[in-house]
């Protein structure tokens, strides 16, 4: 049996890859239109495959609204991943501004000049997303305010997210449920997300004298969901309830998230609703693995005239439980002139349902390397076929 956190590595390992498992494989992100729920007093909501990015519900998915909370988490995952790196380490001390100090919302209560492990701000960051931690973690990985806002900005650009923040908490900024499941997804492929973003109950010390401060996390599905990976929660008067909310069974992962909810158990319930329709409806299943082979593609002026072609990665397909048919169709490339390197893509796998639609695709890659003939590989084949005719 596998315990929570050795389930969390396989998940994290699974996930980090997505986003660039998706443009390799050539995803189509459909929405199903199969299924309804109760609206009334949210704003926006959507349900994601995390495996694959399709979304399986949404609501108003790309309505930009106030997020609470929730606009601190592009310097949360710029934050994580810097320490992924090793810009920062457990031990690293980390000094408070001013500044950081006098952040509002939700905070760790930590003092001007005070110092703490970087680890222990990271629990603070992550947990309860507290505000005075994250500003003192963004500006010891880049050196100061403007350039963890230029850094924060740099990589939301990247995932595709529409995010100009002048502050490293994104004050006032507007996201989609659509740009939230992006940014949830990356943290999930962070280790040090991971680690701290199932903790439900934890204490930090401070050096000052103060008294410890108690990090209990707002989000109850770590507690009350079964996988439940966790990710964050906001509210606001301006925003109301709001919330990403992660979870896996299995080899099956989804996203959900939660805008403008009237009050927090219209949040907690919808975001449950839609995980519990995710991993009742659907399963992934592998359909190819890797290093499997589709046939062989016919090479012009190489060394070999052929070369296999064969999948790149495992490839996982979000099935629907009432029916697991699917049907394959192989194009490989035509007019392929040598060289050819090992992994150049020549091909494409096509995954469709039984009324034909596209479910998705994946790419075919060389499986070896051919190089391009020279003359005397022609004189060479030409003397082999006078031979063997003898």
């Not at 090793?86 to 939700?106: E, F, H, N, Q």
């Not at 770590?222 to 964050?232: E, N, R, V």
């Not at 392929?336 to 890659?365: C, F, H, N, W």
């Amino acid at each position: 049996m596998l315990c929570k956190g050795m389930v969390i590595i396989m998940v994290k390992k699974r996930i980090a890859l997505i986003l660039a498992v998706c443009v390799f494989l050539g995803i189509g992100l459909v929405s199903s239109a199969e299924v309804s729920f109760d609206t009334n007093g949210i704003d926006a909501a959507l349900l994601m495959d995390a495996d694959s990015g399709r979304i399986l519900y949404e609501h108003e998915k790309d309505a930009k609204l106030p997020v609470a909370g929730l606009s601190k988490l592009p310097a949360l995952l710029m934050i994580c991943e810097a320490f992924d790196v090793g810009m920062l380490l457990d031990d690293t001390l980390i000094s408070v501004s001013d500044k950081a100090s006098k952040i509002g919302g939700t905070t760790a209560f930590l003092a001007s000049g005070e110092q703490m492990r970087a680890a222990d701000m990271m629990m603070a960051a992550v947990m309860i997303n507290a505000g005075d931690a994250i500003h003192s973690l963004a500006c010891a990985v880049t050196g100061s305010e403007n350039a963890a806002v230029e850094r924060i900005n740099e990589r939301m650009k990247a995932l595709g997210v529409e995010y100009s923040a002048s502050d490293i908490c994104g004050s006032g900024l507007v996201l989609s449920a659509a740009e939230l499941s992006k940014i949830g997804l990356a943290l999930l492929g962070s280790d040090t997300y991971c680690r701290f973003g199932t903790m439900y109950y934890e204490t930090i010390e401070h050096a000052t004298g103060a008294s410890a401060t108690e990090l209990a996390n707002p989000n109850k599905l770590i507690k009350q969901y079964s996988g439940c990976l966790g990710i964050a929660t906001g509210s606001s008067a301006e925003a109301g309830y709001c919330a990403i909310f992660a979870a896996t069974r299995g080899t099956t992962s989804y996203i959900a998230v939660v805008l403008g909810a009237d009050n927090s158990s219209k949040r907690f319930g919808l975001g449950i609703e839609m995980l519990d329709y995710g991993f009742a409806s659907f399963r992934n299943v592998l359909v190819a693995k890797e290093g499997d082979n589709f046939g062989e593609a016919q090479v012009v002026g190489g060394i070999k005239r052929s070369v296999n072609a064969v999948m790149k990665q495992d490839v996982m397909m979000l099935m629907s439980m009432a029916d697991t048919q699917y049907f394959t169709e192989v194009e490989l490339y035509t007019n392929l002139v040598a060289p050819i390197y090992a992994g150049q893509e020549i091909g494409i796998v096509r995954y469709t349902d039984r009324s034909g639609a596209l479910i998705m695709q994946a790419k075919l890659v060389s499986a070896e390397a051919i190089e391009k003939s020279s003359i005397f590989d022609y004189i060479r084949s030409i003397l082999h076929g006078w031979i063997s005719n003898f």
